[in-house]
T-cell receptor
Framework: GNSVTQMEGPVTLSEEAFLTINCTYTATGYPSLFWYVQYPGEGLQLLLKATKADDKGSNKGFEATYRKETTSFHLEKGSVQVSDSAVYFCALSVSLYTNAGKSTFGDGTTLTVKP | NAGVTQTPKFQVLKTGQSMTLQCAQDMNHNSMYWYRQDPGMGLRLIYYSASEGTTDKGEVPNGYNVSRLNKREFSLRLESAAPSQTSVYFC??????????????FGPGTRLTVT
């Protein structure tokens, strides 16, 4: 079956530090990969995505590259801000007509950025 | 364009009581999902619906029922609430048919406590 493993948290960084949150996956077929962010008290929202190998997704200074050879989709940001404090979820979705677009989510990584 | 809306935002139930969580989306999406989120356990899929009139079980369906009333609305019912169902419930939708992995759009969540 499909699975997503992400770096355990919590992660605590100082403002302007470099961020990496690791994500690896196993999947049958050709998955699309996603990072979602959840701010306190809110639902998840899409941060970025990549739909094929070597694609780079980017948004709000965050980036992740779809690495098929290492089955990874690590999230990076060069300089984090206090406002980036949130829970980050890695997810995949395999393109099958019959699977209703279901996604497989990692367990989430909590990031706290201190001023 | 409100996206995905959920009602109520908060609810407290006594053991054995019943209630229905409501969800609606205005994006004309085919697929809808119900998740629960518990501390340290990530997101777990309860039920999903690929289209109006169809529903399928997810990972943790016991104790829940769902209805896909029309393309917009997908409700989750707890017939006899138990303390183990204390959780945050999220509804999501995606255009999850055909090929191409599709991102999911989440509602703000319902915070349910069963005493």
């Amino acid at each position: 079956g499909n699975s997503v493993t992400q770096m355990e948290g919590p992660v605590t960084l100082s403002e302007e530090a470099f961020l990496t949150i690791n994500c690896t996956y196993t999947a049958t077929g050709y998955p699309s990969l996603f990072w979602y962010v959840q701010y306190p008290g809110e639902g998840l929202q899409l941060l970025l995505k990549a739909t094929k190998a070597d694609d780079k997704g980017s948004n709000k200074g965050f980036e992740a590259t779809y690495r098929k050879e290492t089955t990874s989709f690590h999230l990076e940001k060069g300089s984090v801000q206090v406002s980036d404090s949130a829970v980050y979820f890695c997810a995949l979705s395999v393109s099958l007509y019959t699977n209703a677009g279901k996604s497989t989510f990692g367990d989430g990584t909590t990031l706290t950025v201190k001023p | 364009n409100a996206g995905v809306t959920q009602t109520p935002k908060f609810q407290v139930l006594k053991t054995g009581q019943s209630m229905t969580l409501q969800c609606a989306q205005d994006m004309n999406h085919n697929s809808m999902y119900w998740y629960r989120q518990d501390p340290g356990m990530g997101l777990r899929l309860i039920y999903y619906s690929a289209s109006e009139g169809t529903t399928d079980k997810g990972e943790v369906p016991n104790g829940y029922n769902v209805s896909r009333l029309n393309k917009r609305e997908f409700s989750l019912r707890l017939e006899s609430a138990a303390p183990s169902q204390t959780s945050v419930y999220f509804c999501a939708s995606s255009d999850g048919t055909g090929t191409g992995g599709y991102e999911q759009y989440f509602g703000p969540g319902t915070r349910l406590t069963v005493t």
